[in-house]
T-cell receptor, first 110, second 113 residues
Framework: DAKTTQPPSMDCAEGRAANLPCNHS???????VYWYRQIHSQGPQYIIH???NNETNEMASLIITEDRKSSTLILPHATLRDTAVYYC???????????FGTGTRLTVIP | EAGVTQFPSHSVIEKGQTVTLRCDPI?????LYWYRRVMGKEIKFLLH????????ESGMPNNRFLAERTGGTYSTLKVQPAELEDSGVYFC???????????FGQGTRLTVV
Protein backbone atom coordinates (compact mmCIF):
# COMPACT_ATOMS: atom_id res chain seq x y z
CA ASP A 1 0.00 0.00 0.00
CA ALA A 2 2.93 2.35 0.55
CA LYS A 3 3.15 4.96 -2.17
CA THR A 4 6.02 6.96 -0.71
CA THR A 5 9.72 6.41 -0.15
CA GLN A 6 11.60 8.14 2.66
CA PRO A 7 15.10 7.74 4.07
CA PRO A 8 14.97 5.70 7.28
CA SER A 9 16.85 8.22 9.38
CA MET A 10 18.39 11.67 9.41
CA ASP A 11 20.24 13.88 11.86
CA CYS A 12 19.99 17.62 12.14
CA ALA A 13 21.84 20.10 14.33
CA GLU A 14 19.71 22.10 16.72
CA GLY A 15 18.80 25.51 15.27
CA ARG A 16 19.46 24.42 11.71
CA ALA A 17 16.85 23.71 9.06
CA ALA A 18 15.77 20.09 8.75
CA ASN A 19 14.95 19.05 5.20
CA LEU A 20 13.11 15.76 4.97
CA PRO A 21 12.70 14.33 1.47
CA CYS A 22 9.93 12.12 0.16
CA ASN A 23 9.49 10.40 -3.18
CA HIS A 24 6.00 9.73 -4.47
CA SER A 25 6.60 9.07 -8.16
CA UNK A 26 3.24 7.32 -8.72
CA UNK A 27 1.12 10.08 -7.19
CA UNK A 28 -2.08 10.76 -9.12
CA UNK A 29 -3.77 14.05 -9.82
CA UNK A 30 -6.27 13.92 -6.99
CA UNK A 31 -3.83 12.82 -4.29
CA UNK A 32 -2.57 15.21 -1.67
CA VAL A 33 0.77 14.97 0.12
CA TYR A 34 0.36 14.92 3.91
CA TRP A 35 3.02 15.01 6.58
CA TYR A 36 2.52 13.71 10.08
CA ARG A 37 5.01 13.05 12.85
CA GLN A 38 5.06 10.84 15.89
CA ILE A 39 7.02 11.93 18.90
CA HIS A 40 7.93 9.05 21.17
CA SER A 41 4.96 7.64 23.11
CA GLN A 42 2.52 10.14 21.62
CA GLY A 43 -0.11 9.86 18.91
CA PRO A 44 0.67 10.99 15.35
CA GLN A 45 0.51 14.75 14.88
CA TYR A 46 -0.55 16.51 11.71
CA ILE A 47 2.04 18.91 10.30
CA ILE A 48 1.03 20.13 6.87
CA HIS A 49 -0.42 19.05 3.53
CA UNK A 50 -0.50 20.24 -0.06
CA UNK A 51 -1.61 19.38 -3.55
CA UNK A 52 0.76 21.15 -5.93
CA ASN A 53 1.60 24.55 -4.54
CA ASN A 54 4.16 25.06 -1.82
CA GLU A 55 2.60 25.47 1.60
CA THR A 56 3.75 27.06 4.84
CA ASN A 57 2.28 27.12 8.31
CA GLU A 58 3.53 27.82 11.80
CA MET A 59 5.21 24.42 12.02
CA ALA A 60 6.82 23.82 8.66
CA SER A 61 7.03 24.41 4.93
CA LEU A 62 6.18 21.90 2.24
CA ILE A 63 7.90 22.13 -1.11
CA ILE A 64 6.39 20.00 -3.88
CA THR A 65 8.23 19.62 -7.18
CA GLU A 66 6.52 20.78 -10.33
CA ASP A 67 5.99 17.21 -11.55
CA ARG A 68 4.66 16.32 -8.05
CA LYS A 69 6.84 13.22 -7.91
CA SER A 70 8.67 14.33 -4.80
CA SER A 71 8.43 16.77 -1.94
CA THR A 72 10.45 18.13 0.95
CA LEU A 73 9.28 19.00 4.42
CA ILE A 74 11.29 21.83 5.93
CA LEU A 75 11.47 22.55 9.65
CA PRO A 76 13.16 25.96 9.53
CA HIS A 77 14.82 25.94 12.96
CA ALA A 78 14.87 22.46 14.40
CA THR A 79 14.69 22.05 18.18
CA LEU A 80 15.28 19.00 20.35
CA ARG A 81 11.50 18.62 20.63
CA ASP A 82 11.32 18.02 16.88
CA THR A 83 13.02 14.65 17.34
CA ALA A 84 10.38 12.23 16.01
CA VAL A 85 9.44 9.88 13.18
CA TYR A 86 8.13 11.86 10.23
CA TYR A 87 5.65 10.28 7.83
CA CYS A 88 5.02 11.38 4.27
CA UNK A 89 1.62 10.13 3.12
CA UNK A 90 -0.27 10.50 -0.15
CA UNK A 91 -4.01 10.53 0.22
CA UNK A 92 -6.83 10.77 -2.27
CA UNK A 93 -9.53 13.33 -1.81
CA UNK A 94 -12.27 11.67 0.17
CA UNK A 95 -10.21 8.61 1.05
CA UNK A 96 -11.02 7.03 4.38
CA UNK A 97 -7.62 6.42 5.81
CA UNK A 98 -3.94 7.24 6.00
CA UNK A 99 -1.25 4.77 4.97
CA PHE A 100 1.68 5.19 7.34
CA GLY A 101 4.88 3.74 6.01
CA THR A 102 8.10 3.44 7.97
CA GLY A 103 8.82 7.16 7.92
CA THR A 104 12.05 9.01 8.61
CA ARG A 105 13.43 9.05 12.13
CA LEU A 106 14.75 12.59 12.62
CA THR A 107 17.17 13.12 15.46
CA VAL A 108 17.94 16.72 16.39
CA ILE A 109 21.38 16.92 17.93
CA PRO A 110 22.34 19.58 20.49
CA GLU B 1 -10.78 22.81 23.19
CA ALA B 2 -10.19 19.24 24.35
CA GLY B 3 -8.35 16.95 21.98
CA VAL B 4 -9.05 13.32 21.22
CA THR B 5 -8.99 11.37 24.46
CA GLN B 6 -8.54 7.65 24.88
CA PHE B 7 -9.13 5.40 27.87
CA PRO B 8 -7.35 3.60 29.35
CA SER B 9 -3.83 4.72 28.54
CA HIS B 10 -2.51 1.26 29.37
CA SER B 11 -4.16 -2.13 29.73
CA VAL B 12 -2.63 -5.47 30.62
CA ILE B 13 -4.89 -8.48 30.25
CA GLU B 14 -4.52 -12.22 30.02
CA LYS B 15 -4.99 -14.12 26.81
CA GLY B 16 -8.63 -15.04 26.38
CA GLN B 17 -9.97 -12.08 28.33
CA THR B 18 -12.00 -9.21 26.95
CA VAL B 19 -10.88 -5.61 26.77
CA THR B 20 -12.78 -2.51 25.73
CA LEU B 21 -11.00 0.61 24.58
CA ARG B 22 -12.76 3.94 24.49
CA CYS B 23 -12.24 7.00 22.34
CA ASP B 24 -13.79 10.43 22.79
CA PRO B 25 -13.31 12.45 19.61
CA ILE B 26 -13.13 16.21 19.36
CA UNK B 27 -16.62 17.61 19.77
CA UNK B 28 -18.36 18.09 16.46
CA UNK B 29 -16.09 15.77 14.52
CA UNK B 30 -18.26 13.40 12.51
CA UNK B 31 -15.34 11.27 11.32
CA LEU B 32 -13.70 8.88 13.74
CA TYR B 33 -10.89 6.46 12.92
CA TRP B 34 -9.17 3.61 14.70
CA TYR B 35 -5.57 2.66 13.94
CA ARG B 36 -3.10 0.38 15.64
CA ARG B 37 0.59 -0.36 15.73
CA VAL B 38 1.56 -3.87 16.70
CA MET B 39 5.09 -4.62 17.79
CA GLY B 40 7.67 -3.73 15.17
CA LYS B 41 5.11 -2.95 12.49
CA GLU B 42 3.75 0.19 10.89
CA ILE B 43 0.68 2.08 12.01
CA LYS B 44 -2.28 0.44 10.29
CA PHE B 45 -5.82 1.62 9.67
CA LEU B 46 -8.59 -0.41 11.30
CA LEU B 47 -11.86 1.35 10.55
CA HIS B 48 -13.66 4.61 9.94
CA UNK B 49 -16.96 5.91 11.28
CA UNK B 50 -19.00 8.75 9.90
CA UNK B 51 -21.24 9.68 12.78
CA UNK B 52 -22.60 6.33 14.00
CA UNK B 53 -22.16 4.49 10.69
CA UNK B 54 -19.19 2.31 9.81
CA UNK B 55 -17.88 3.74 6.57
CA UNK B 56 -14.93 1.43 6.08
CA GLU B 57 -13.91 -1.50 8.25
CA SER B 58 -11.51 -3.06 5.77
CA GLY B 59 -8.63 -2.92 8.23
CA MET B 60 -10.27 -4.89 11.03
CA PRO B 61 -8.08 -7.98 11.47
CA ASN B 62 -10.79 -10.52 12.36
CA ASN B 63 -14.14 -10.99 14.05
CA ARG B 64 -12.63 -10.83 17.52
CA PHE B 65 -12.65 -7.06 17.09
CA LEU B 66 -15.89 -5.09 17.40
CA ALA B 67 -16.15 -1.33 17.09
CA GLU B 68 -19.19 0.73 17.94
CA ARG B 69 -20.10 4.38 17.97
CA THR B 70 -23.56 4.62 19.42
CA GLY B 71 -25.12 8.04 18.97
CA GLY B 72 -22.25 9.21 16.86
CA THR B 73 -20.24 10.51 19.80
CA TYR B 74 -17.67 8.36 21.58
CA SER B 75 -16.52 5.03 20.19
CA THR B 76 -15.49 1.73 21.74
CA LEU B 77 -13.28 -1.00 20.36
CA LYS B 78 -13.75 -4.38 22.02
CA VAL B 79 -11.36 -7.28 21.63
CA GLN B 80 -12.89 -10.61 22.62
CA PRO B 81 -11.14 -12.92 23.25
CA ALA B 82 -7.76 -11.20 23.24
CA GLU B 83 -4.78 -12.99 21.75
CA LEU B 84 -1.08 -12.38 22.26
CA GLU B 85 -0.71 -10.86 18.78
CA ASP B 86 -3.23 -8.16 19.66
CA SER B 87 -0.63 -6.45 21.82
CA GLY B 88 0.25 -3.01 20.56
CA VAL B 89 -0.81 0.62 20.66
CA TYR B 90 -4.32 1.50 19.52
CA PHE B 91 -4.85 5.03 18.27
CA CYS B 92 -8.08 6.88 17.70
CA UNK B 93 -8.36 9.95 15.49
CA UNK B 94 -11.11 12.32 14.49
CA UNK B 95 -11.70 14.95 11.83
CA UNK B 96 -14.54 17.27 10.82
CA UNK B 97 -14.57 15.93 7.26
CA UNK B 98 -12.63 13.27 5.33
CA UNK B 99 -10.62 15.94 3.58
CA UNK B 100 -9.35 17.73 6.67
CA UNK B 101 -6.49 16.68 8.85
CA UNK B 102 -7.04 14.01 11.45
CA UNK B 103 -6.29 14.68 15.11
CA PHE B 104 -4.96 11.68 17.00
CA GLY B 105 -5.28 10.68 20.61
CA GLN B 106 -2.36 9.56 22.75
CA GLY B 107 -3.22 5.92 22.21
CA THR B 108 -3.98 2.93 24.43
CA ARG B 109 -1.11 0.53 24.99
CA LEU B 110 -2.57 -2.97 25.15
CA THR B 111 -0.48 -5.83 26.44
CA VAL B 112 -1.87 -9.36 26.27
CA VAL B 113 0.02 -11.85 28.42
Amino acid sequence: DAKTTQPPSMDCAEGRAANLPCNHSTISGNEYVYWYRQIHSQGPQYIIHGLKNNETNEMASLIITEDRKSSTLILPHATLRDTAVYYCIVKQTGANNLFFGTGTRLTVIP
Amino acid sequence: EAGVTQFPSHSVIEKGQTVTLRCDPISGHDNLYWYRRVMGKEIKFLLHFVKESKQDESGMPNNRFLAERTGGTYSTLKVQPAELEDSGVYFCASSPTRNTEAFFGQGTRLTVV
